[in-house]
């Protein structure tokens, strides 16, 4: 049962913001992230980040 209550998924994205992903502004960017996927994102693992490109891809996790 608890597996089920807690069930999550993830998903790689690419993201463009690289200012948002400060220790400090991490509430800003799960509230940002979930606006932008539709889903209720409630951790995110940064994978690489590309600071020629400025880009940085991310996994997030959301609760299914």
Known sequence: ???LRNK???H???YENLEL????KEQKLLKE???IT???VF???VQRIDYKRS???LEIFYKS
């Open 1 to 3: 049962e608890y597996l």
């Open 8 to 10: 999550s998924d993830s």
């Open 12 to 14: 790689i994205i690419t």
């Open 21 to 24: 992903l400060k220790h400090d």
């Open 33 to 35: 992230l979930s606006q």
């Open 38 to 40: 539709g889903k209720n």
């Open 43 to 45: 951790r995110i693992k």
């Open 55 to 57: 880009v940085a891809v």
